[in-house]
């Protein structure tokens, strides 16, 4: 009891919740090309974050109710979740620490498109669960050494029967030296066993790498390493793998690029190989941002060696606060998909506008409109369709 309040003192807490009331009206719910069907889609939006710090917990965590209605009966009454949960607990202070984490979120079916740029709330979509506890060690060696070495449980589910579940285990350790401030190198291995109703597998990644900053706002890093996969049908599968990137301020604007290959998750399959080159270059100006971003990924089956997906994408956005409180927002985007089936469509263009105005006490009025047209040819559009949407949308925080 006395200590109690000690402690409670000790402890940076913060709670906001919110909540968000729009109406969207579509001109192409189900997305044909032909027979368009006009849905008016009421979404109320309750939800909050939290924050707590102390001495021996530090948790951050999100979540979102949501409430859809479709006016017209193109789909039922919708209640979905979206929760994000991180925690890190000291064990014994400075030497053993323990990571929680549990994320609840609508995702795609296929891993080279993002819910949050698709304009259907649930074609080819399903929730997801991933939930991990990991128990860890830092050893402090002499110098400037950090040790790192523990376990990590990863379970993974969905609600979509297509889906495959899977449940991860992983050892691992990475040394990190810092030689400078500015200058570290790290080494790391990692051993995981991964069990799934079709198939199982062990893999062990060796990797090594660095990073520097060089400047202000400027940095390089790089890290390349190897994979050894082994599935228990007896298949073998090795292959390089790395993460590297570099960000300059050139002044006029910041340029950044990436390059990464690493194991990615797909809802559809055991394995799945990612490698993405990504750049893009953003200029802050005196009322706002604007950027140019383009990006490849493509996705291989290691199970089959083949590509399942691909998406190559490019994309303009521009922000400017117009009066004070109100800000306008622009952007633009093309896509090319790899095509799974005839159905599919290869192209995707999209724009969006949209301005939002900040009123007194924490509440935000909107207005977005966007316009998607996906197409099976670059330059034609015979059989594509295009999709009109309008919200107008209110936010308050408390």
């Given at each position: 009891?006395?200590?109690?309040?000690?402690?409670?003192?000790?402890?940076?807490?913060?709670?906001?919740?919110?909540?968000?009331?729009?109406?969207?009206?579509?001109?192409?719910?189900?997305?044909?090309?032909?027979?368009?069907?006009?849905?008016?889609?009421?979404?109320?939006?309750?939800?909050?974050?939290?924050?707590?710090?102390?001495?021996?917990?530090?948790?951050?965590?999100?979540?979102?109710?949501?409430?859809?209605?479709?006016?017209?009966?193109?789909?039922?009454?919708?209640?979905?979740?979206?929760?994000?949960?991180?925690?890190?607990?000291?064990?014994?202070?400075?030497?053993?620490?323990?990571?929680?984490?549990?994320?609840?979120?609508?995702?795609?079916?296929?891993?080279?498109?993002?819910?949050?740029?698709?304009?259907?709330?649930?074609?080819?979509?399903?929730?997801?669960?991933?939930?991990?506890?990991?128990?860890?060690?830092?050893?402090?060696?002499?110098?400037?050494?950090?040790?790192?070495?523990?376990?990590?449980?990863?379970?993974?589910?969905?609600?979509?029967?297509?889906?495959?579940?899977?449940?991860?285990?992983?050892?691992?350790?990475?040394?990190?030296?810092?030689?400078?401030?500015?200058?570290?190198?790290?080494?790391?291995?990692?051993?995981?066993?991964?069990?799934?109703?079709?198939?199982?597998?062990?893999?062990?990644?060796?990797?090594g790498g660095f990073k520097y900053d060089y400047a202000d706002k400027s940095f390089i890093f790089g890290q390349i390493g190897n994979s050894w996969q082994?599935?228990?049908?007896?298949?073998?599968?090795?292959?390089?793998?790395?993460?590297?990137?570099?960000?300059?301020?050139?002044?006029?604007?910041?340029?950044?690029?990436?390059?990464?290959?690493?194991?990615?998750?797909?809802?559809?399959?055991?394995?799945?190989?990612?490698?993405?080159?990504?750049?893009?270059?953003?200029?802050?100006?005196?009322?706002?941002?604007?950027?140019?971003?383009?990006?490849?990924?493509?996705?291989v089956n290691m199970v089959t060696n083949l590509i399942d997906h691909s998406t190559l994408g490019f994309s303009a956005k521009l922000r400017y606060e117009v009066f004070q409180n109100l800000t306008a927002n622009l952007s633009a985007a093309g896509e090319r998909f790899s095509q799974k089936t005839a159905?599919?469509?290869?192209?995707?263009?999209?724009?969006?506008?949209?301005?939002?105005?900040?009123?007194?006490?924490?509440?935000?009025?909107?207005?977005?409109?966007?316009?998607?047209?996906?197409?099976?040819?670059?330059?034609?559009?015979?059989?594509?369709?295009?999709?009109?949407?309008?919200?107008?949308?209110?936010?308050?925080?408390?």
């Open positions: 009891m006395l200590l109690s309040p000690v402690l409670v003192s000790a402890a940076d807490s913060s709670f906001k919740p919110f909540l968000e009331i729009s109406e969207e009206v579509t001109d192409n719910i189900l997305e044909q090309s032909t027979n368009k069907n006009t849905e008016y889609i009421t979404r109320i939006r309750p939800g909050g974050t939290l924050h707590y710090l102390s001495p021996l917990w530090t948790w951050d965590t999100a979540y979102t109710f949501e409430f859809r209605n479709y006016a017209r009966n193109s789909k039922g009454n919708e209640y979905n979740h979206d929760a994000a949960l991180k925690g890190n607990i000291a064990l014994i202070d400075n030497f053993l620490f323990l990571d929680l984490s549990d994320m609840y979120h609508r995702v795609t079916l296929d891993p080279s498109r993002n819910v949050a740029t698709e304009s259907s709330l649930f074609l080819n979509q399903t929730d997801q669960n991933i939930a991990v506890i990991s128990p860890y060690m830092l050893w402090r060696l002499r110098g400037e050494n950090t040790f790192k070495t523990g376990y990590s449980f990863t379970d993974t589910r969905y609600w979509d029967p297509a889906g495959i579940e899977k449940q991860e285990h992983r050892g691992f350790a990475d040394l990190t030296h810092d030689v400078t401030s500015k200058f570290s190198l790290n080494t790391r291995y990692a051993y995981t066993r991964l069990e799934s109703l079709p198939s199982q597998f062990n893999r062990h990644d060796l990797s082994q599935f228990d049908t007896g298949l073998k599968v090795n292959y390089l793998f790395w993460n590297a990137g570099v960000t300059h301020d050139l002044h006029l604007a910041v340029a950044t690029f990436e390059t990464k290959v690493a194991t990615t998750e797909d809802p559809l399959a055991v394995s799945t190989k990612e490698t993405s080159y990504s750049g893009k270059l953003e200029k802050e100006l005196q009322r706002g941002i604007i950027g140019l971003s383009a990006s490849y990924a493509e996705y159905a599919d469509y290869p192209y995707r263009f999209t724009g969006v506008a949209g301005m939002s105005y900040a009123l007194k006490n924490e509440l935000t009025l909107g207005l977005t409109y966007s316009y998607v047209t996906n197409q099976y040819e670059l330059d034609s559009t015979v059989g594509a369709n295009q999709i009109n949407k309008a919200i107008v949308e209110v936010k308050k925080s408390f």
